[in-house]
């Protein structure tokens, strides 16, 4: 089973930038589906991004679409989240999720994923 590792998280500025990455152990051929989703303090875990790995396919939530950029680098079964223009409210736990086997339309449902990294802190300060 595909196992997840973030990196990345850590303080800045608002108005600044920050890459995360997710790196994939033992993905299987048909894991298709990667996303990023976040959670802040008392708040339910939240999509934010998805991508296909075949296809490049790309999906956003609403909050972050202009800001934020979700790629693939398939030779280092890596996933990234560029973050530009930071706000305080993007403060959150972001966690990289692996979609369910078989699955290859992008989907913004937490159920619907069922492979979580540990997640890693992103804190904007204003």
């Known amino acids: 089973q595909v196992q997840l590792q973030e990196s990345g998280g850590g303080l800045v500025q608002a108005g600044g930038s920050l890459r995360l990455s997710c790196a994939a152990s033992?993905?299987?051929?048909?894991?298709?589906?990667m996303g990023w989703f976040r959670q802040a303090p008392g708040e339910e875990r939240e999509f934010v991004a998805a991508?296909?790995?075949?296809?490049?396919?790309?999906d956003w939530a609403d909050s972050v679409k202009g800001r934020f950029t979700i790629s693939a680098e398939k030779a280092k079964n890596t996933v990234y989240l560029q973050m530009s223009s930071l706000k305080a409210e993007d403060t959150a736990v972001y966690y990289c999720?692996?979609?369910?086997?078989?699955?290859?339309?992008?989907?913004?449902?937490?159920?619907?994923?069922?492979?979580w990294g540990q997640g890693t802190q992103v804190t904007v300060s204003s």
């Open positions: 999720a692996a979609r369910r086997q078989g699955y290859s339309t992008l989907s913004s449902r937490v159920y619907e994923y069922d492979t």
């Open positions: 033992g993905r299987a051929y048909n894991n298709y589906v």
């Open positions: 991508i296909n790995w075949n296809t490049g396919r790309t």
